[in-house]
T-cell receptor, first 112, second 111 residues
Framework: KAGVTQTPRYLIKTRGQQVTLSCSPISGHRSVSWYQQTPGQGLQFLFE???????NKGNFPGRFSGRQFSNSRSEMNVSTLELGDSALYLC???????????FGSGTRLTVV | QKEVEQNSGPLSVPEGAIASLNCTYSDRGSQSFFWYRQYSGKSPELIMFIYSNGDKEDGRFTAQLNKASQYVSLLIRDSQPSDSATYLC???????????FGSGTRLLVRP
C-alpha cells in the first residue's frame, strides 16, 4: 500500500516568487491536512480538506492557500514568498479526519 | 502560554529503563490525544492515541491521560537505542479538524 506522496522533496525559491506543493494521499483517504514545521515554531496547522471542502484553516496569512481535487489529491500554494516561509511542509492523510494521520515525507522549501 | 507544552529535553535514559514523556495542554475542550514519534530527518509517525482518562497500553508503550489535570504522558518500557527520537504530543477538540502539536521532547536512549 503506497504511503502519502509529496512532491517535490526539495525546493529553492527566491523571495517574491510563488510555489505550489503537491500531496497524494493514501488510496481511500479523503482527509488531507497540511502542516508547516520549523525549528522555532514546531508543527503548525495550515488547513484540512475533506471531499474537496476546507473544514479548518490555521492562522496563516492569505498568501497560503490550498485545494483538494475530486481524487483527494491536494495542493498548497504560497504566493509572494518570504524568507520566513522556509520550512518543511508536511501533508498528512486519513480516512476521515485527524484521528490517525499518516504523514508524507514532506517538501523542504528554502526561500533565498 | 502555549496550547500544548512539552519539555524539549533531551531526556536521557539508559537502555532497558522506563522513559517517561509528559505533556500538558491548556484547552479543556480537548478530547483526543496523540503521541507521534519523529526520527531526525523523517516525518512524524503515530504511536498511540487516547481518548479516555486512565491508561492505554500497546506493547512497550503506555499512554496516560488525566483530563482534570490537563495532562497526558507516554511511558516507554524497556527503552531501546532505536527509541531515540523526538516525541510529539498532539491534541484535538471534538469539533475541530486540526491537531495542535507540542514542540516535542527529544529522547536519547544510551546503550
Amino acid at each position: 500500500k503506497a504511503g502519502v506522496t509529496q512532491t517535490p522533496r526539495y525546493l529553492i525559491k527566491t523571495r517574491g516568487q510563488q510555489v505550489t506543493l503537491s500531496c497524494s494521499p493514501i488510496s481511500g483517504h479523503r482527509s488531507v491536512s497540511w502542516y508547516q514545521q520549523t525549528p522555532g515554531q514546531g508543527l503548525q496547522f495550515l488547513f484540512e480538506y475533506f471531499s474537496e471542502t476546507q473544514r479548518n484553516k490555521g492562522n496563516f496569512p492569505g498568501r497560503f492557500s490550498g485545494r483538494q481535487f475530486s481524487n483527494s489529491r491536494s495542493e498548497m500554494n504560497v504566493s509572494t514568498l518570504e524568507l520566513g516561509d522556509s520550512a518543511l511542509y508536511l501533508c498528512a492523510s486519513s480516512p476521515s479526519g485527524p484521528d490517525g494521520y499518516t504523514f508524507g515525507s514532506g517538501t523542504r522549501l528554502t526561500v533565498v | 502560554q502555549k496550547e500544548v507544552e512539552q519539555n524539549s529535553g533531551p531526556l536521557s535514559v539508559p537502555e532497558g529503563a522506563i522513559a517517561s514523556l509528559n505533556c500538558t495542554y491548556s484547552d479543556r475542550g480537548s478530547q483526543s490525544f496523540f503521541w507521534y514519534r519523529q526520527y531526525s530527518g523523517k516525518s512524524p509517525e503515530l504511536i498511540m492515541f487516547i481518548y479516555s482518562n486512565g491508561d492505554k497500553e500497546d506493547g512497550r508503550f503506555t499512554a496516560q491521560l488525566n483530563k482534570a489535570s490537563q495532562y497526558v504522558s507516554l511511558l516507554i518500557r524497556d527503552s531501546q537505542p532505536s527509541d531515540s527520537a523526538t516525541y510529539l504530543c498532539a491534541v484535538k477538540r471534538d469539533s475541530s479538524y486540526k491537531l495542535i502539536f507540542g514542540s516535542g521532547t527529544r529522547l536519547l536512549v544510551r546503550p
